[in-house]
């Protein structure tokens, strides 16, 4: 599969933002979504906000999607639904999304997307979903005692999540690359069954990296909202000296930067470095033999200090919810538009006209 580490050449220049609410293709189109279980923290922003704000600022035509149905793949309910797809909003626009620019929807609202699925299911196999990687990993820390249908087809529906508004680009965490090869996968496989050669209906769209493609969170595993390790973009300053004080570190006083060999360690002095935009080996360098606590002490502050603005704007939007509730609705009114008009295509694809 392509990863791209930086954005592609298509983004040189930059295109004004659509006037108007449309559903043909403006620019190049990038779509990239969270769950709504909680506060969206760190490991989203180096991992992939940080990157939606980039390429909108380069006139990409940015999807975001809250996929409110995904929750359901590892608990039986969804809890507070509403509160935590508020969380995500705010949390979107404290960054720096720009909902005249995006568009942002919860995609159970959204029918033509989720009658996408159906087509898509017929083109991948058991075996194929059964050894995807990321679904695995999952499973093992999901809070059911057995597999749902839903867990098990959750790259499908993220396919269609994707494909409906024929996305290019994904700007992705780590753990989604297994996700994206079944989108690209079924993608390919569509354009082979029911167009004709040299005029696909699907781009296979790309992953895009960031430098920091999994954080880990402060027990040394990948940071997650529902792992109970995470640093919430939204979280005080006193919450986050707490958290950072409480995470897990090594038996050497000499702080290097040895992803591999020292990933907690690592993971702190990473964090420091993108807070602060310098190099993570300079920064440990400067550590030295001051140890651990030197160390937290130097993320807390290096974190509070990159994140005070945007708990700033984000404390200033949460004053306003009928704003968010007027995004969502317009967000989920285009989605609507262009899925609709995915799926009209795809229904002449497949000859499926009476
Ligand atoms: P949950 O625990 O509920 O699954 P999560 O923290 O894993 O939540 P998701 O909503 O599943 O968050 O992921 C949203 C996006 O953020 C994905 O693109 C994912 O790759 C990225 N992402 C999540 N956690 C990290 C992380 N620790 N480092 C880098 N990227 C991350
Ligand atoms: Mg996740």
Redesign the pocket.
């Known amino acids: 599969m392509t990863t791209l580490t930086a954005a592609p050449a298509a983004f040189a220049a930059t295109a004004p933002a659509p006037a108007t609410v449309s559903t043909t293709r403006p620019a190049v189109r990038v779509l ?4 709504p ?2 506060r969206l ?1 760190l ?2 922003y ?3 906000l940080d990157n939606r704000v980039r390429l909108q600022a380069r006139g990409a035509d940015l999807f975001v999607v809250i ?1 409110d149905y995904q929750v359901l793949t ?1 608990r039986d309910v969804a809890d507070d639904l509403p509160g935590h797809v508020e969380e995500l909003l705010l949390d979107y626009l404290a960054v720096g999304i720009d909902p005249e620019r995006a568009t942002i929807f919860t995609h159970s609202a959204i029918p033509a997307l989720n009658q996408l699925l159906l087509p898509f299911l017929s083109l991948v196999s058991v075996g194929e979903l059964r050894r995807n990687p990321t679904v695995k990993d ?1 499973i093992s820390h999901s809070r059911q005692a057995s597999v749902s249908g839903l867990m098990f087809t959750y790259p499908v529906h993220q396919a269609a999540d994707i494909l409906f508004c024929k996305a290019d680009v994904v ?6 690359l297994p996700h994206l090869e079944v989108t690209r996968t079924v993608a390919r496989r569509f354009n082979n069954r029911y167009t004709e050669p040299g005029s696909p209906l699907f781009p296979e769209p790309e992953a895009l990296l ?1 430098a ?6 402060t027990d040394g595993a ?6 109970g390790n ?1 640093i919430a973009l939204a979280a005080d300053a006193d919450e986050t000296a707490r958290l950072l004080a409480g995470a897990r570190t090594d038996i050497d006083r000499n702080i290097t930067y040895d992803p591999q060999g020292r990933p907690e360690v690592s993971s702190l002095v990473l964090l420091a470095a993108l807070c602060l935009d310098r190099d993570p080996v300079e920064v440990a360098h400067e550590i030295g033999s001051a140890g651990a606590a030197a160390l937290k002490r130097l993320v807390t502050e290096a974190v509070n200090g990159f994140l005070a603005p945007i708990r700033a704007r984000r404390a200033e939007l949460a004053r306003d919810r009928g704003y968010l509730r007027a995004v969502l609705r317009a967000g989920n009114e285009r989605a609507g538009a262009v899925a609709e008009a995915t799926l009209d295509e795809v229904r002449t694809a497949m000859n499926s006209r009476y």
Do not use: I
């Not at 990239?32 to 769950?35: F, H, V």
């Not at 700007?171 to 989604?176: S, T």
């Not at 990948?222 to 792992?227: C, E, N, Q, T």
């Open positions: 990239t979504g969270d769950r279980t909680g923290h490991g989203h180096f991992g992939t996929a590892d999952e700007p992705v965490g780590q753990d989604q960031s920091a493609p999994l954080l880990l969170g990948k940071m997650s909202k529902s792992r995470a």
